[in-house]
């Protein structure tokens, strides 16, 4: 019996341990996991604007593996040994014949300390219900300093903007870039669409610029700029797992790491979703969650084949294309090849959602809370 251990039960590694579940081969799988939840990150921004209950976008890791027969070890990977092929944790080291690294990425903090320790991420289901919860005391912060203009800090600041406007309050949103402009790499229309948004929802938009000082709640920019009773939420980037920077593989500034063109990094193993970086035609993928799916079911497709002595497979991705949502349902992307802005791409989003996260109560769950906010 061949033994395969999956690190994470992200979007990745659940696929990849459901292909296998199903390959008919004689294995033990066991998939780790830091957290009893896997969860479903594109909605975490609409937990704060749209009311979308946190519970329902964290599956239960167990329930999935119960149903399957596979093992789930829920303790945080700190080591690979890829010569003697053993995942170490706190508690113990075990022993594979194949392994996929599918962890996924982490908040980066970047060393600063102020900023884990009065920052508020949003990168998980915790975080989001942390955020929540500081927002219940309507009286504590008056600005909201959104640090970082990517993908995840335009829906953040969105979200913020329809929340206070819900609750009939006046704060105001602030986004602070340190590049020139906002949203880095996609395209000049998409940008100036998304600017023009949240310039009508009331959020301010400062690049050029840095929060240098963090003291609690008051901060200070690089142009010199200070506010009071400050919410720093800080979405400037991304990094992979502690244990990732450890190995000695070839891996981006983020810890992303090379990947050949059957998803492999060495002859055992395998390495899918975020944590992953593939080259196709020069290009390298973007972290989104179909090519963490398709990724996980092409690792697993292949270590089913080299147990069978079968020759690889090369992962050929399909890019259905990207969206980016707006919390004022003036969503914009390209789909299929075509630009697409207003409605019809926020709808998209969500029933790509729907489609994507499991269970039949939690579909229902986010259909009732999407209703109430499109409708709005
Ligand atoms: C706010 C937000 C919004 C997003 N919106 C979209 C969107 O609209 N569309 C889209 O396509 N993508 C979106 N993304 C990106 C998408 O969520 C990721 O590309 C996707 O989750 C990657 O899947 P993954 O399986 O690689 O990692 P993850 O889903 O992050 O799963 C990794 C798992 O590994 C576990 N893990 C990490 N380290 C360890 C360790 N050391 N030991 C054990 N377990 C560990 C984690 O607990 C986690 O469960 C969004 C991301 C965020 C943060």
């Not at 294995?27 to 909605?43: A, G, Q």
């Not at 309507?138 to 959104?146: G, P, V």
Request: charged share 20%; glycine share 8%; with cysteine.
């Amino acid at each position: 019996m061949n033994k395969i251990i999956i690190i994470g039960a992200g979007f990745a590694g659940l696929s990849a341990a459901g292909r296998l579940a199903k390959c008919g081969l004689d294995l033990k799988i066991s998939i780790f996991d830091k957290k009893s939840h896997s969860d479903f990150l594109p909605l975490i921004p609409d937990c704060i604007g749209r009311g979308v209950n946190p519970e329902i976008l964290a599956c239960d890791i167990s329930n999935f593996c119960r149903k399957r027969k596979i093992e789930f070890i829920r303790e945080e990977v700190n080591a690979v040994d890829f010569k003697s092929k053993l995942v170490s944790t706190p508690q113990a080291a075990y022993a594979y014949d194949f392994l996929i690294i599918a962890s996924g990425t982490q908040s980066n903090f970047f060393s600063n300390q102020p900023a884990r320790q009065y920052g508020f991420p949003l990168n998980s289901v915790n975080d989001a219900k942390t955020i929540m919860k500081a927002l219940k005391d309507n009286d504590k912060f008056t600005n909201f300093i959104i640090c970082g203009a990517g993908y995840t800090g335009v829906e953040a600041a969105a979200n913020f903007s329809l929340y206070f406007k819900k609750q009939g309050l006046i704060k105001r949103v602030i986004m602070v870039e340190r590049a020139q402009t906002i949203l880095g790499p996609l395209p000049e229309w998409m940008k100036s669409y998304i600017e023009r948004n949240l310039l009508d929802m009331g959020i301010e938009i400062l690049v050029n610029s840095v929060v240098e000082n963090i003291q609690e709640d008051n901060l200070r920019l690089s142009s010199g700029r200070v506010f009071d009773h400050a919410m720093l939420v800080w979405v400037p980037g991304v990094r992979t797992a502690d244990f990732i920077h450890k190995l000695g593989v070839n891996k981006n500034p983020q810890g992303r790491i090379v990947v050949d063109e059957y998803l492999r990094i060495n002859q055992d193993c395998f390495c899918a979703g975020d944590t992953a970086l593939f080259t196709g035609n020069n290009n390298s993928l973007r972290m989104a969650v179909q090519f963490a799916i398709t990724e996980g079911e092409h690792a697993a497709g292949n270590i089913a084949r080299s147990i069978k002595n079968l020759s690889l497979k090369k992962f050929r991705p399909l890019d259905l294309g990207y969206i980016i949502p707006l919390a004022n349902n003036k969503s914009c992307g390209r789909v299929f090849g075509l630009n697409l802005r207003g409605i019809l791409p926020t709808l998209l989003h969500y029933i790509m959602c729907i489609f994507r996260l499991r269970g039949l109560t939690n579909k229902a769950g986010i259909i009732s809370s999407l209703i109430k906010g499109l409708c709005r």
